[in-house]
Every structure is written in structure tokens, then in C-alpha cells.
């Protein structure tokens, strides 16, 4: 595995405490297949520090099955919700304060204008789409 930078070991930290959890999830950790860069790095097959975590589903597993077990509630209900904390609780500031460090100054500022209500466009898609079928 790569050792990130001084400035992003807490975003490792987060990385490795969020794993951690899907592990300990006996229904996650049979439900998904961890992929993408950072699982690349951590078994040392990639030579850079990779931000984010990549997952697909295990080809018999239903996103509503582990979304109604996870949660009692409905792949509906559980967006709507989401929804409504995003719009009321998720403020400027802790876009700011969680993701700038992330990417450089200038490109950061472009896209803290447009994520929280990119974020919302593609929640609302997803209800449209379940909606559907």
C-alpha cells in the first residue's frame, strides 16, 4: 500500500473506518465487491493516494433487499428522507470544511456552487426511476 500525504492521513483514517463498518456488516460484506483505485493501492497495485471507494453489488443482490434490511424502510422513503436532510441540514459551510481539501482551490470552488444541488438532481432521478419499475 502507498502511504498518502501528511495532509490527506485523515481522510485515509475515514477511508479505513468506513471499511471497517461494511465488514462488520454481515450483509454488506457478503453483498458487495469492493474496486477502484483505493482497493488497487491498499493491495499495493497502484503507486498513488486514491480519495474515494468504489463498490459493485454481487450480481444476486438486489439495492432494495439491503436498503429494506439496513434500514426497515423503502428504497422510496429512505431517498425522500435523504432528501430532506440534504436540503435542510447540509449547509455551505461543512461542503467547505468536509471536501476542500480534496482537490485544488480553483477547482474546488466550482464545484461546491453546483454538488448539493447536483447531489439532489440525482436523488430525485433515482426516485423517478423507481418510480418506474
Known amino acids: 500500500m ?3 500525504k501528511r495532509e490527506d492521513v485523515f481522510h485515509k483514517v475515514q477511508l479505513y473506518r468506513l471499511l ?4 462488520d456488516s454481515n450483509l454488506l460484506s ?3 465487491y469492493f474496486k477502484g483505485g483505493t482497493a488497487a493501492s ?19 443482490v438486489s439495492i432494495k433487499k439491503i436498503n429494506k434490511e ?12 435523504l432528501i430532506d436532510f440534504i436540503t435542510k441540514k447540509v449547509t455551505e459551510r461543512m461542503i467547505t470544511e468536509g471536501l476542500s481539501f480534496l482537490l ?26 423507481l418510480q418506474k419499475n
Open 2 to 4: 502507498i502511504l498518502p
Open 20 to 23: 471497517t463498518g461494511l465488514i
Open 42 to 60: 491498499m493491495m499495493g497495485f497502484l503507486d498513488r493516494f486514491s480519495v474515494d471507494l468504489d463498490f459493485d453489488l454481487k450480481k444476486d
Open 30 to 32: 457478503r453483498s458487495i
Open 70 to 81: 439496513r434500514t426497515g424502510k423503502t428504497a422510496r422513503l429512505y431517498l425522500e428522507e
Open 104 to 129: 485544488p482551490a480553483d477547482s474546488f470552488n466550482k464545484v461546491r456552487k453546483i454538488l448539493k444541488k447536483e447531489t439532489l438532481m440525482l436523488l430525485q432521478d433515482e426516485i423517478i426511476k
